[in-house]
DNA sequence: GGTGTGCTTGACACTGTGTCAATTGACACG
DNA sequence: CGTGTCAATTGACACAGTGTCAAGCACACC
């Protein structure tokens, strides 16, 4: 458990990310990720308590190297509540491939295992902010439907946006991530912007 | 491999039932559906290849008893498009809280298990096919909304409909069922039925 | 030269799935 | 009555994967 920063710790992380990219996030090992860092497999609990601590410290790691923080949170530094709503849309969607690896071998965790529910948990709670600072921004403009409450929307928002959903449009229905963005915001705009003509 | 109707084969699945509901899905093993069917493990065994096909198993008995295929088919016997979408979307969600704690499971192994993924993407694919029809049904009577061609609405209301969706807003946000169903009903219609003034 | 730290090797416990072989008990048929 | 068959039982085992433990090695730092 070296504290946070230490060569091998993050050669370990590379590995895992590196594995779950190449195995779309499914059936990587302890002894795979071990292998792939050219250490010993017992090295790797030398620095991670679990498999679930690993995976949740590999998304921490992947976060910190694209500044995913970042661009979510500039989504926020737009003006008006449509363009903050098409902004938080866009950088969201542009987020999930990247950690979608990484997200679906949490995710098939997290049924099993407390630590990695919680991690996903936190996530998903953290995601959900940004759709009600999204939604409370445009009902400020006074351009929030007149048939949403701001929780109700805040949630539908939430639940258009979830992976789960990106996974069936874009891999499943074989999607281009272009169309999946474009469908998700004008889907959002008609439902939660009010007064839009539709194809506007 | 009793072919299809046997005392004990019924017991295992009741039993294989009874347990996923009361577990919502999760962590229930070949040894535990056993003992509650009061015959030994490796009798199971006898029944069913692997754990896989006694959950696609257990799903099709539950269809059975619950009579689910002809609620699902019986929203085709709506006239206009309008009507059929929405009473495939209520018998859809009707639906899916009798089976999720054996979908749920079924899902869970899907990532490791090709006879469960098939059996699960099976069940998505026929699920789809209601979609498509109630789509078909609204351009038909001109209703689709003019932004939306038939398969991306088709798309669009499948995914909508999805079992992960439906886990999202009542078992992670609480909602209850009643206002899931709402909710979905209005949602598809701003989306997919042209001319609707909000509200309506 | 000693000491600690990080890693290695190898063995092992545990859980759950799935397999195999030998045995028992019941029931049916001649 | 004996025989065959079928379903189920018991008990043992292989296998995979996670996680633990103990002993040893190597290098760097003082």
Redesign the interface.
């Given at each position: 458990m070296s504290s946070e920063t230490s060569e091998t710790r993050t050669k370990i992380l590379e590995a895992a990310l590196s594995l779950l990219e190449a195995h779309r996030g499914?059936?990587v090992r302890m002894g795979d990720i071990a292998k792939v860092a050219g250490i010993s497999r017992q090295a790797v609990y030398l620095h991670f308590k679990t498999r679930a601590a690993l995976l949740v410290a590999a998304t921490h790691h992947l976060d910190a190297l694209k500044g995913s923080e970042e661009r979510l949170v500039a989504s926020r530094a737009a003006t008006s509540g449509v363009e903050r709503l098409e902004a938080f849309i866009a950088a969201w969607a542009g987020y999930i491939p990247e950690i979608y690896p990484v997200a679906?071998a949490l995710l098939?965790l997290r049924?099993?295992d407390e630590a990695a529910a919680s991690a996903w948990d936190r996530r998903?709670a953290d995601m959900r902010e940004g759709c009600a600072a999204a939604v409370q921004a445009l009902a400020r403009d006074g351009q929030l439907?007149?048939?949403q409450t701001q929780d109700?929307a805040t949630?539908?928002l939430?639940?258009l946006l979830?992976v789960?959903?990106w996974e069936?449009?874009t891999i499943?229905?074989g999607?281009p991530q272009a169309r999946y963005l474009a469908?998700l915001q004008?889907?959002a705009r008609?439902?939660f912007v009010a007064s839009v003509t539709?194809?506007s």
């Open positions: 499914v059936a679906r098939a049924d099993t998903m439907a007149p048939d109700q949630d539908l939430w639940m979830s789960r959903n069936l449009l499943a229905r999607w469908c004008t889907t008609q439902l539709r194809g």
